[in-house]
């Protein structure tokens, strides 16, 4: 019952949410934002690594992870320069951010936001679709990544590796002339 509701405050919310649209590819991008589970340390390691991949291309990558803990004793990952963990500790009761470092990056406005979401983490899907990135790029799903990204990438598997080869081709293909 608190998901069917949460699911519809977002869908209000997403109505209000005023953002430029724009394809902007690799070359002209400044600014990115990587959504992602960070309870993963695999895909932890491959996030960091694009991060840094974007980084040389000249764009300044931040990065919001999700950490699921995993018992009483674990605690998520200190923040990082521009990488940012939270956890249920930060969420109300529906699932939506109320920590202030979320809430500002949620309100910045990216020129690329790329959604690594694979395990349906529904906080996540909350920063997405309230992003107000100019360009949302997301793997295709039959849920709501479809609806919030303008550019959905269709994976077979929940590969990563392959998904990120992907979006690195598709942005260095968008308005090359």
């Given amino acids: 019952m ?3 509701i949460a699911d519809k405050f977002l869908a209000q919310k997403l109505k209000k949410v005023n953002r430029k649209i724009g394809a902007i590819n690799l070359a002209t991008a400044k600014s990115a934002l990587l959504i992602y589970d960070a309870s993963d340390a695999l895909v932890e ?3 960091r690594d694009y991060a840094r991949f ?4 000249g ?4 990065t919001i992870g999700f950490y699921k803990l995993k018992g009483k004793e674990d605690k998520r990952p200190q923040d990082e320069l521009s990488y940012i963990y ?7 009761r529906l699932g939506f951010p109320k920590d202030n470092r979320i809430l500002k990056m949620i ?10 979401n694979f395990n349906s ?3 996540l899907k909350v920063i997405s679709t309230l992003s107000k ?3 949302k790029i997301g793997r295709s799903t039959n849920g709501c990544q479809n609806d919030v990204c303008d550019l959905t990438i269709s994976t077979v598997n929940k590969e990563l590796d392959y998904f990120l080869s992907q979006t690195t081709t598709y942005l260095k293909m968008i308005n090359n002339k």
């Fill in 2 to 4: 608190i998901q069917f």
């Fill in 45 to 47: 390691k491959k996030v």
């Fill in 54 to 57: 974007l980084k040389e291309e």
């Fill in 59 to 62: 764009v300044k990558a931040d």
């Fill in 86 to 92: 939270y956890d249920k500790k930060c969420l109300n």
């Fill in 107 to 116: 309100g910045k406005e990216y020129h690329l936001m790329i959604d690594l």
């Fill in 121 to 123: 983490t529904f906080s």
């Fill in 133 to 135: 990135s100019n360009f």
